[in-house]
């Protein structure tokens, strides 16, 4: 009763179910709504490219040039991919659904597999950035970032399990914020560098790296920097939330994105090397351009809280998109079936909670840190990413609708770029953590295909099929007593409402005791018979089972067994009484034609 | 069934009630099966006292001679008094039982509390030690310690849980060979220093220490070595144990195990200080003295295996003595009663795994390091050697037998020398670790009353006198369904045997599921009618709740409520599940009147 005023209080009053409604988008709204996944990579894409391009020397930093293009590039390869996505799948079409209806089953669960871990992630990694624009601006903090990250975790996790329905206003004004201010911060910060009003600032001679500039460290950059794409695909995903008509509408805001994507990245990226800013573990790179531009001013502090506010909203999109998902692998019966279960709030509860507790997770053993996660995020996204575009090339070619073979143009080259991408993350990151990833997929589908088969022989089992009821059943009620008291009197009178032939039943460990109950029952044990069972070895089971067993005459004849039972007025009174029940109902668990009843006696202190 | 057999494997067959026989120990038995617990001390309570003293450099180092002749006094003293509870406790005398009985139960109490806690730290300590004693003879293992303490611990356990029968023999021959090979040492090492054959060597100069030589540091050494007088109380627990006369024997005993004790404990303290030996963290003192002496022979090795093995036979006394104290708690009923209930081996069984696992816990948090876990020890003793010997005092002035007079002086300086002992060792160790005994001593105290009053007031609710049994119960039977497949007809044709007037309860969340759970109904319903719940909500509970309380119309009318549960034929299946049932009986638990009952539905994958 307590826990359930606790959870009013965290959750809000049930919502009915006929209070599910639609919200329809706007292009603006749905700009805001759909882009704070991917905008909010540019908090740590950039980071992470000169991170690895260090390890090679100040002189291999200038790489992060032609590397940040490559990947605008493929931004704009990936988008216009997708364009045709939204164009075929009108009703929305994540990974999961595109890849099962078009490559079938399997290629359907490993997109499924990598979109669930990617979410988990998308979180972790989201959270650690946000946080880490705190730390950034308010140092002392840097100490406490693992206890932020988690809080950050649950305040998200209890906004989504009471239902955030008004997510399009609340999602806008964070979201332009972001884009405004970092707009802002590059065009001054241009204009500074060009007319010469902000000082520049060549690298410092930094040590020689411990690496050499090779191809796979180059490789390697470009792989942390393809970061900046994680979230494109959510406008794909959401066409049906748009305004009329929808995929159009999409269409424009999917474009919108990508400009601003490739806008915000490069600018960051230039800027960054224009003024010879180092990566820091307790300065982000974004805070460390801004302060170098704005100085500690209040614009400064704008930025900072433009981006941890979008990056908390990208880790709110995980939110909607995991337990969605999770309905989805649910109702096709590979997950089990609680993820399919709306809660109070018309939510889904259950995926709410799982993502929560496996981002935390992932938070506190990485220490909060995005650097650490960045390893394990992409290799999902791109395998997504894949997956999505080659089952559209096969959706075009089996279908050829109108204009299908430019629009298979599109989707091939965005399936073969995003393949190659996902290959080299796969391989120039495996040692940092990117294994866990690549065996974690593969077990996952293992897991979904065992889930569905047993569902599917369960569905089997209880298949009324041509099953004809067999004859009724008959049923033996007897009472397990170790002494006789109220609880037990109360647990007698009910074996005797349920049957007129109830029997009490005393395994007997010491003739004493048993001399003591018999003399009780002369005097209390209201005519129902006292059988005692001998048992040697002082076991209660082996004698009990046995008279079970003596009893079973037939198919259709069940065994009640009666246990009174202590029911404390506290919880931690519960030890105090031997579980001799809990031990009695799982010796019988497995047993067919026994079914036992506790019959509970309240105690009052 | 699988459990059942692992359980087998490891603990035995089961012994019969009339297999229960005692041992009688000769003298030359009972001095190995009491002793190892004291003696074993040796083993670790010289470099405890140079771990301290070194806190103020090597000029500190020699105080540990006039601190072991302490020492020596205080081990008389406190085996004269122990000799006199021998006489006036044939029976043997634990600390609890000789508290309860002179002192009253709140200081029964105490020391009861002061032996649990000691009982968990002689298993943690003398593991520590019987590892350390391998590690320091097999340098490599000394990395894998603390995995080592637990593979000990677990052992010992099992070995307990078997019940270890032939204990006598098989103590004998390590204590002798722990008593023997220590004593060549000492004579041949004494020898050695006398007439010049073995180097002896000054203590080097070692820098000055940061503490200077005070009162308190003299005093903390003195507290680290006082562990020596670990476990000398055994004797007078186990007169029962001594062939005839037991007191007299016991006595007997009592004072060579005090004698050899002092002899070997001066013997090792006065050659680890003429050989200039360090305590070192990777190596134990007697591990150097030994080497120095023997080098790395065959000796050397037989000396090692000797300590290792009485400290792991001393870890062994305390799955005798805790379990046996739990007994009496339980019995008494200050602990949960389960702790009275002998296993199929006619062992304590939860006692046993109870101090395993607690030992355990220790070692893992402690690192398996025996000077980390010193500070919490002696407490506990020392409190127990109080109480045990203040309660002598009070015997002898109330019952004034014979020689009361003098044996009362010898019980009142004991208990005095152990009562300052104990509040010196209290304060030197407060900070260190010991704070941890002193807050948990009277927690334990407060928890034992708390159950003590949860019995008796439950004792007083189920009590029969002046009851009179209400009249017959009566009850309905409704089968709570979801669907209708062959798991469902089970539990209906249980309700059917249970009551003819049975009905099915539906709770309906979407009407479209209702027209076809109606539709089989219609063809497969067997007679029972279907009442449908409606729950805007999506709720379970709360129709339901309504719908029993409208059912509830007298005192002796109950609800029951049959379940359909399947059972999966694998533990991992139990997820894929809605655990409905658990959630109906989770509410249904507190309410009266209302009894939950699950139909076993057995899946065959």
Excluded at 101 to 120: E, H, M, P, R, S
Aim: hydrophobic share 50%; glycine share 8%.
């Amino acid at each position: 009763m307590r826990l359930h005023r606790l959870k009013r209080l965290f959750v809000g009053t049930p919502l009915p179910t006929a209070q599910q409604r639609h919200e329809r988008l706007g292009k603006t709204t749905a700009l805001a709504v759909f882009a704070s996944d991917a905008l909010s990579s540019v908090a740590y894409a950039t980071e992470e490219i000169l991170l690895v391009l260090i390890l090679a020397g100040s002189v291999a930093l200038s790489y992060s040039l032609p590397i940040a293009v490559a990947i605008a590039v493929l931004i704009a390869i990936v988008v216009s991919s997708y364009r045709q996505t939204i164009h075929a799948y009108p009703q929305g079409g994540g990974a999961y659904i595109v890849s099962k209806d078009n490559l079938g089953t399997c290629a359907g669960l490993v997109a499924g597999a990598a979109l669930l871990i990617d979410y988990v992630l998308t979180v972790a990694v989201s959270v650690a950035a946000g946080v880490a624009a705190v730390t950034s601006a308010v140092p002392v903090l840097f100490r406490y970032r693992v206890w932020l990250c988690v809080a950050a975790v649950v305040v998200v996790a209890v906004a989504n399990l009471r239902g955030i329905r008004e997510s399009g206003n609340l999602v806008a004004a964070p979201t332009y914020l972001f884009i405004g201010s970092l707009g802002v911060l590059l065009v001054y910060g241009g204009l500074g560098a060009i007319f010469d009003f902000i000082p520049e600032a060549p690298y410092p001679q930094h040590p020689p790296g411990l690496e050499g500039v090779g191809l796979f460290l180059i490789l390697r950059a470009f792989s942390s920097g393809c970061t900046a794409l994680t979230g494109v695909e959510a406008v794909s995903d959401g066409v049906p939330a748009f305004k009329r008509p929808e995929a159009q509408n999409a269409r424009v805001v999917l474009t919108w994105l990508g400009a601003i994507l490739i806008t915000l990245f490069l600018g960051i990226t230039v800027l960054t090397y224009d003024f010879g800013i180092l990566p820091r573990p307790e300065e982000t790179v974004i805070s460390q351009v801004a302060r170098h531009v704005f100085g500690r001013s209040a614009f400064y502090y704008v930025i900072q809280a433009g981006t941890m506010l979008i990056l908390l909203l990208a880790a709110n999109t995980s939110f909607a998109d995991f337990p969605r998902l999770s309905f989805f692998l649910a109702r096709d019966r590979f997950i089990p079936r609680q993820f399919a279960a709306q809660g109070d709030r018309l939510v889904f509860s259950n995926g709410i909670v799982i993502l929560a507790g496996l981002a935390t997770l992932l938070l506190v053993v990485f220490g909060g840190d995005t650097h650490a996660l960045i390893p394990l995020y992409a290799v999902g996204v791109f395998l997504s990413f894949t997956l999505s575009q080659a089952s559209m090339v096969r959706r075009w070619l089996r279908l050829r609708e109108e204009g299908w073979w430019w629009r298979s143009w599109f989707n091939g080259l965005g399936a073969l770029v995003t393949g190659l991408v996902m290959l080299t993350i796969a391989a120039t990151k495996f040692t940092h953590g990117a294994w866990i990833v690549v065996f974690l997929i593969p077990t996952l589908v293992v897991m979904f295909l065992s889930v569905h088969r047993h569902y599917e022989k369960v569905a089997e089992q209880l298949s009324l099929e041509g099953f004809a009821p067999p004859p009724p059943m008959t049923t033996t009620v007897l009472v397990l007593v170790g002494d006789l008291h109220r609880g037990v009197i109360k647990a007698i009178q009910y074996a005797q409402a349920l049957s007129p032939n109830a029997k009490a039943v005393f395994v007997e460990t010491d003739p004493e005791r048993t001399r003591k109950l018999e003399e009780k029952w002369r005097k209390m044990g209201m005519g129902v018979p006292l059988i005692v069972l001998t048992s040697p070895y002082r076991s209660l089971l082996g004698p009990l089972l046995e008279y079970i067993d003596h009893l079973q005459t037939d198919e259709n004849h069940v065994v009640t067994i009666v246990l009174p039972e202590f029911i404390p007025a506290r919880w931690w009174q519960l030890g105090l009484h031997n579980q001799t029940a809990l031990l009695i109902k799982g010796a019988m668990l497995f047993r067919k034609n026994v079914i036992v009843t506790d019959v509970p006696f309240h105690l009052k202190h």
